[in-house]
């Protein structure tokens, strides 16, 4: 640490899911802590995600009678993760690390003042398999009135849910069109959201309400922040972490960290350099990160010797990229536009080839597989008018007058027949029909015989629960009939450094780099190569946040 500007007990590059956890983390036990963050604004992707954290046998599942156990979550991730193969960020230990303590980061949290609550009803992605849960479990944050963070509210990054309604609202606001109770929801969020607004509140939600509450209580605690600080080296002194070198306005600033760094910096699903090395196929301009994510500090860790894993995996999320959308804060999500009845997704030759609900990151990964063999980049969304009715298509609502630009431009085909439609897309008519035809004979049967979509609760959670007797699967009858590119977007990269039960940064032949710690998606992480369930980005990162902080003070479990 000789010749630095400032010292601190620990420092952490990055202000995304886990940073304020190990801020506060530190401050309880008394220590100095520093975050580093190289944007203007604090809380990285999580901010402009659902904020959902993945936490097995969470305290809120047992206060809410809901059945979890170390062993049933250990069992889910066994019959999940465990099929992931040369994925070094998702070893037993971690599992079982994961299993146990992401429970305890919570109940630390809950004590530190957060409000946190569970959502009802929020089903395993893959709920089906042994260990599964249909009742689900997620953790969220509650609504966040920005005002509390006084001079700081406008140094937190935007979220992107405008109303004050919680993400279970959020999600049930699609079925307005269905039900009264969909009807009475939305006038309930809407007056929420307008008295919030005439009694000066700025009401968050999501993962904007969870990084909100976190900045807020690292702030009370004495948690100290610097932004538009990019770090640009890791210093070692006897082959120990020591420190960072930064920019901090305008020049070289020296920083060292008595007790280590942690590096919570995002992916690099922003650097199309690394996306085309590591990720060839994928596509900078349909990703969801925040724009600081691009990876430098994947690679610094590489350069002081970390190895890194599974740097091929993305967390896909599947969308639909209208005219104009390419600038937008989020883009327009494709997840549930292909579970909704009367949709299927088709390959470039017409053929369907994946169920259309369950994991985002399977269905990207799906679509990319395909396309191998068959172009699938983009795959088609074929709907027909009971959809363009009763569903949302990219931020419009359902039934409205879709822009002209969208058809002037190709982006939304139209015909009064499937064969005509086909012809647009440039599928053969044959083709297109025989699958549309095949489709809906599963749907009479209520029974996807090729692809089971709808037997997992989580397929029909996507869908729409007043639509019967499946909320997924609906005839592709009603003319005239559309089609809608669908492309494999993310919300960040999966993969970096690897790093141990402690979070310690380790090196290709297994050792631990002293004095340096990683969490979040500038690791590989401890779900492999598969999303178990929503929250498995934000509830890995927040966990280990909340263990390398432990770890470097030198606090037992």
Known sequence: MNGCDEVYDFIVVGSGAGSMCAGLVMRNAGKRVLIIEKTGLIGGTTCKSGGVMWIPNNPFMQRGGVPDSPEQALAYLESVTGASENAPGATRERRLTYIEESPRMIDFLLQNG??????????????DRPGGSKAGRTVVAQLFDANELGAWKDKLR???????????????????????AGKKLVMKVGLRTV??????????????AL????????????????????????????????GVLA???GKPWRAGARLGVLVNAGGFARNAEMRAQYQPGTNVAWSNAAEGDTGEMIREMMRIGAALGQMEEMVGYQTTMAPGVENDYVKPPGQSLTAAPHAILVDQSGVRYMNEGGSYMAYCKGMLERNKTVPAVPSWAILDSQFMRNYMLGNTMPGSKKPQSWYDTGYLRKADTIEELAALLNIAPATLKATVERFNGFVAKNDDADFKRGA??????LGDPYHKPSATLGIIAEAPFYAVPIVPGDVGTYGGAVTDAHGRVLREDGSAIPGLYATGVSTASVMGRFYPGAGCSIGPAMTWGYLSARHAAGINS
């Not at 008295?195 to 904007?208: T, V």
């Not at 909100?212 to 972490?241: I, W």
């Not at 997992?456 to 959670?461: G, T």
Request: charged share 30%; proline share 5%.
């Open 158 to 180: 935007p979220g992107f849910n405008p109303y004050a309604a919680t993400l279970e609202e959020t999600l049930r606001l699609k079925t307005y069109k269905q039900s009264w």
């Open 456 to 461: 997992r609760a989580y397929d029909n959670w």
């Open 247 to 249: 920019q901090k306005d």
């Open 195 to 208: 008295l919030s607004r005439l009694l000066g509140k700025k009401i968050l939600s999501c993962g904007a």
């Open 114 to 127: 957060l409000k946190l609550e569970r959502p009802k009803y929020w089903p395993d992605y893959y709920d």
């Open 211 to 242: 990084q909100g509450r976190m900045l807020h209580a690292a702030l009370k605690a004495g948690v100290e922040f610097s932004l538009d600080t990019p770090v640009q080296e890791l210093l070692l002194e006897d082959g120990a972490v020591k």
